[in-house]
DNA sequence: ATAATCCCTATTGGAGAAGTCGGGATTGAC
DNA sequence: GTCAATCCCGACTTCTCCAATAGGGATTAT
């Protein structure tokens, strides 16, 4: 059930750019997110150009330049990044609610596997698909702040 | 979030002895499993053996061979059947109960991902960890009775 | 002009998935 | 004792995807 890296990575460069929204921060940098998360630079960078490409994410070249996020945090839901990724939730098509898929199996219909992967699917959609990535990015500001940390992305002396 | 296929032809099989051994069938035959689930026979051998060597399924031999249930349906959680195909349940490591794993993010403490993943993997073993095979042979059954269907794998005249 | 940045395409090395195949060892029935 | 059915074991293949690396082109603030 593990999920592959670029998500996990896309995750993580999704929050550090909502954190570095909610900070004020415009544009972030390719090389100031790969080494604040530790990852490697041109992977990292691949994957930004997916969440480009799928409108989640905007940038602007040159000096100055960088990544941020284009649509709301509230409206990117992290089941819809996982899915974009990884495919359907459901651990079997025959479960899955967006991919359904005809299994080989003698009786679908009265099959308790599938019964119980529907569950599943049900309760790994119930957490990914009702948090948006505004409410991670809050948890992580908010549980940051009572460790008494400060906050990552801080604009760099007056940023728009 | 899908499982591997080898996987879901184990849950399968699992099903499968149960049922057969519900109805007071003692062993079934590779071919016949095969057959019945629509799956290619020599791979689904493989993955018996496996169950075998696992302790889960027993064999026998020659004529009125065939494979059986070793353990008790209901000391098989469908979690540890997944959980030994596909590795942990959690989506990232550094969320696993069982399999846990710092990861490379400057702040795993306070990581809200990593939180939500938390639940995640808390949600999906809430459903796997707590049905056993003989939940799923049962569901199966009853809703198969409920149909009017008759059960599948009934004894071939005096088995023992 | 220049340095920092993003943009695009290709390649690689390795691992794993999903089977396939050939042949050996047991066992029950006749 | 033979025979057919069955399990047992290990190798092999084919394909895809993952994770990453690499080279060089376009854009932009200073």
Redesign the interface.
Known sequence: ???SKRC?YA??AL?DLGLAHAAGRSHVPLPELAA????PARFLEQILQELRARGWVGSRRGQAGGYALEAHAEAIS?GDV?RHF????????CASVTAYERC????E?????R??MV??RA??S???DA?TLA??????RR??RR?G?DL?FLPPEGDA
């Not at 080989?104 to 009786?107: A, M």
């Not at 219909?109 to 596997?113: A, D």
Request: charged fraction near 20%.
């Open positions: 059930m593990q999920l996990e995750l993580r929050i604040h998360e530790n990852l992290i996982v990884e495919g359907p939730l459901a651990p079997i098509r080989s199996c003698p009786d219909e009265h099959c308790g596997l019964l119980l569950e599943a309760a790994i119930r957490v990914l948090q409410d991670v990015v809050a948890v992580t549980t940051r460790a940390l990552p």
